[in-house]
């Protein structure tokens, strides 16, 4: 595919990708080399490519609950607030059902899997969609519990879930262009740890000392149908 200079752009006429199929297809998932065609296929493509219903291969990963699917990509630019107006006969496995659409992040269902993908966002997130309760906590906004959007991910959470702020050196580099005429920038409260903890690695890694042979010690890391 990527010898002979093969698109993951082409639509069909539902709008559906290469990317779109191969993030449905159950079957493909029993191969070691699954995850390995689907880098090769976001190299070559836009994972936010939409089908007339809105539905992403990132919604379609999520959906499945392929977790490492979707990290692959979101560190690939995948966006994860996308609006999907799903097909009636999907299983909602989801806690957000005040809505007609969803999110690929209403999609992810353990905090674990949500600091996974958080922490390979690699582009500003657009904004999610109002709605009546907080995406971190869950609790209901109402007249004196106000609403904000985390400007690293992009959900909407309340003031609790919201407390921090950080300047603009903690985010991805793509972020640099966000001027909100402020010095810091709103942030929830698990992109504040993900994006302070890998400041604080970075300076680590920094400082870390030469060996004899000119190689700096490394540090070791945590992390973590068509529609």
């Given at each position: 595919f990527s010898k002979n200079n093969g698109s993951s752009n082409i639509v069909n006429l539902e709008s559906s990708t290469p990317l779109h199929y191969f993030c449905n297809n159950v079957s493909l998932r029993q191969y070691a080399s699954y995850h390995e065609i689907l880098q090769l296929l976001v190299a070559r493509g836009d994972p936010n490519i939409e089908t007339h219903s809105g539905c992403t291969a990132l919604h379609l990963a999520l959906y499945h609950q392929d977790i490492s699917s979707a990290e692959i990509l979101v560190k690939n630019g995948a966006l994860l607030n996308i609006s999907w107006s799903k097909p009636e006969e999907c299983v909602e496995f989801w806690s957000n059902k005040d809505s007609s659409t969803v999110l690929p992040v209403d999609m992810v269902?353990?905090?674990?899997?949500?600091?996974?993908?958080?922490?390979?966002?690699?582009?500003?997130?657009?904004?999610?969609?109002?709605?009546?309760?907080?995406?971190?906590?869950?609790?209901?906004?109402?007249?004196?519990?106000?609403?904000?959007?985390c400007r690293h991910c992009g959900?909407?959470?309340?003031?609790?879930?919201?407390?921090?702020?950080?300047?603009?050196?903690?985010?991805?580099?793509?972020?640099?262009?966000?001027?909100?005429?402020?010095?810091?920038?709103?942030?929830?409260?698990?992109?504040?740890?993900?994006?302070?903890?890998?400041?604080?690695?970075?300076?680590?890694?920094?400082?870390?000392?030469?060996?004899n042979s000119g190689t700096a010690i490394t540090p070791l890391f945590d992390y973590g149908r068509t529609f």
């Open positions: 269902r353990d905090e674990y899997s949500l600091r996974r993908l958080l922490s390979v966002i690699s582009m500003p997130q657009p904004w999610a969609e109002s709605r009546s309760a907080c995406m971190q906590c869950n609790s209901l906004f109402k007249a004196f519990k106000r609403q904000h959007h959900r909407l959470v309340c003031g609790p879930c919201s407390s921090g702020a950080l300047e603009i050196t903690y985010f991805p580099s793509s972020f640099r262009s966000l001027n909100e005429g402020t010095s810091s920038l709103r942030v929830c409260v698990v992109c504040e740890d993900i994006l302070t903890s890998r400041k604080k690695r970075s300076r680590t890694s920094f400082r870390q000392p030469i060996l």
